[in-house]
């Protein structure tokens, strides 16, 4: 699968973190893109994001470069919006571009000093060492996640090819309403303003927006699509709605990627549920499953205790006669109408085994609300890993 | 302390659960008692929770006994209805009382059947065994629990002295919104039914609906106060004020011994909030803060992590201005205005290292709306009790 046109990208360390790891990178497109982006709804807003939302505006939703940090959220510190600012006038003087072309993001601790200085000796080394290696920059971004998210799509047209890329990174405090964690998803088709922000609204709504790793809502949150028009075909019509599927597809991909690679996570929870009265009572009932520290649990032992889930159904907040309620897991039906099914134990035990787990939940009424969510299961791991993340 | 007169208390094993220890309790009232109960707002409801509300009603809040089992939950089987209702007409003939005056409980495993057989067969030797035991009761209704929790208080009125102890046990599926868990609070003072829900509304309004183990929400969730009058004391006026604060003490003891011993707890954590516009602002940020895996975890770690407390107050649903937040830890100042304070971390991270753990969240403004709430920290044990618990 080919990389979009009119992108580069780069790479370094930078000596944020104080592992020996990238830890700054720059994404370039060689002439402004049009862009949107998500941003978290958390009331503590990290200086990158309360900058990127200002460049989007002041800038008219054009931008060149995107860079990103991780080690260091540059968030809830005397400094942050300095910081931000200033790093995004060192990338717009190198690249000969306007600072609110510059979008920044973070990633790392809250309430930590960033040190500009660190970031403005590091931007000549990325301007000049910026090619095409996309994964770079995917890997650079990471945290505690144990693996690089990329997701690849293209999409052909009568007059061409457009292509689609995608990175994020996860993977504790991930939890829906708006963007979660750092994703950003490229191409090179050209997309009016108001139509990449409606696609990148929807691709949302089907990845970010059903991803729950731990309930945490980061304060750095933020999804970014960029449209360069490199590849010089305007989708139109129908077009534009095949574009959005592939936009929405690599956006999927990234979120299914995060939850399964969720701090300590060995699987990949999917979570369904069906015939509700409404989609919203279908996906909080998804949410609260997904959620439901017992459930995750249960899943990491290869338990099938159903009754969590029921009851993790039941405080959704959501009114429904259990009495109607099915539930299967790996396929297997494990309770019909709010009781008990008989099935072969051993058999679901080594069915839960796999690296995915699909739980789902049916009510057997004529409703036509459905949904979704992803998760993953909670393990010592998570513990481990966040017992200690800061020292 | 003295136990409050007129009650008598037995347990015994009945063979609900695998291992050998008791896990069929019964507390009687010699008198029929005013009594008064809060439940589980799950949807999906256990058998004997929708028969002891039904109880309540038909026999206008009088009760003779409680009968508790541990083991299973008695939901979500196709006989629960049947064997809850099987249990108190077995209790009933042998305390010579009615059927309507026994209150059920159950606490366990959801969704495997209850043998009515096994209780049947052991509620002959359950009230040939009456006596002062309270604490066999207390001992016989844990689940997860790693110790029993009681509390005892007595009021002096000019007239003479009334007593209250309360039992209750945990230790996951510990959540906010009506009572959570199964708590059974007992007094011989006199009081009018109406007198009496009151006292355990205001009381579960700061005890148990102040708490949360892990944000799950179980099917079988109870809290019952009992008052048999056999002090001969009937509080008036103010002296009902002092029974009920005597009350709500008991109540609030057993809600932090319940988040103290949480699945895999080693500390309790008080979450204290205050300087909101509201209480409802100041509790939502509590229990946000509260509810955070990765705070929870952070403080299993003694790690002074704030950013992520500020995180979680950030994403609650309350408006408020980072810039005014201060945060303590042990009563040391980590966060002023929304930015780090300079703190000795070895200092603090020792205090953290203690079994109760103080987070404070003020906010600078004038608001009176303040706030608390009880948890505890999430550590690999949870995991490991929750992994293979049906299994």
């Known amino acids: 699968m080919n990389l979009p046109l009119g992108y580069r990208y780069a790479a370094t360390y930078a000596g944020i973190r104080k592992q020996e790891k990238d830890d700054l990178a720059l994404i370039v497109s060689d002439r402004p893109a049009e862009a949107a982006a998500v941003f978290t709804r958390n009331v503590v807003q990290a200086a990158p994001v309360q900058l990127s939302r200002r460049h989007l505006k002041s800038g008219k939703g054009k931008v060149s470069a995107v860079l990103v940090n991780a080690g260091n959220a ?6 942050g919006a300095h910081v931000a600012l ?19 993001a973070s990633t790392g601790v809250i309430g930590v000093e960033l040190d500009p200085k660190l970031i403005a000796d590091a931007v000549p080394r990325l301007v000049s060492g910026l090619s095409s290696n996309f994964e770079s920059v995917a890997e650079a971004i990471l945290t505690t996640d144990t693996r690089a998210k990329v997701a690849f799509d293209e999409v052909r047209f009568h007059r061409g090819v457009v292509a689609v890329a995608g990175m994020t990174k996860g993977s504790g405090m991930i939890h829906p309403n708006m963007a979660t964690t750092l994703g950003f998803v490229l191409t090179d088709a050209e997309v009016p303003a108001s139509d990449l922000h409606r696609i990148l609204v929807d691709g949302t709504d089907r990845s970010y927006n059903l991803l729950s790793v731990d309930g945490d809502m980061s304060t750095n949150d933020m999804v970014a699509l960029l449209a360069n028009g490199a590849a010089k075909l305007r989708p139109k019509g ?47 009932v998804a949410r609260a499953i997904a959620n439901s520290p017992l459930v995750k649990t249960a899943i990491a032992g290869s338990d099938p205790n159903w009754g969590r889930i029921l009851a993790a159904a039941g405080y959704s907040g959501v009114r429904f006669d259990p009495a109607e309620a099915d539930i299967f897991l790996q396929g297997v039906p494990v309770c019909r109408r709010g009781v ?7 058999d679901l035990k080594q069915k ?3 690296s995915e787990v699909h739980i789902r939940f049916v009510l057997s009424g004529k409703g ?7 998760t993953c299961d909670l393990t010592e791991g998570y513990i481990q890993i966040n017992g200690s993340y800061r020292t």
């Open 238 to 284: 129908k077009e534009c709605n095949l574009l959005g599927e592939a936009i929405g597809g690599v956006m999927e991909s990234l979120a299914k990627q995060i939850a399964a690679d969720g701090e300590g996570a060995r699987k990949l929870i999917v979570v369904r549920t069906s015939g509700f009265r409404n989609a919203d009572g279908a996906r909080k």
């Open 86 to 104: 200033a790093s995004c006038k060192v990338v717009a003087k190198a690249l000969k571009t306007k600072t609110r072309y510059v979008l920044p």
């Open 340 to 346: 008990g099914a008989d099935f072969d134990e051993p």
């Open 74 to 79: 540059n968030c809830a510190t005397r400094t």
């Open 352 to 354: 839960l085994d796999g």
């Open 368 to 374: 036509k609300g459905e949904a979704r969510f992803f």
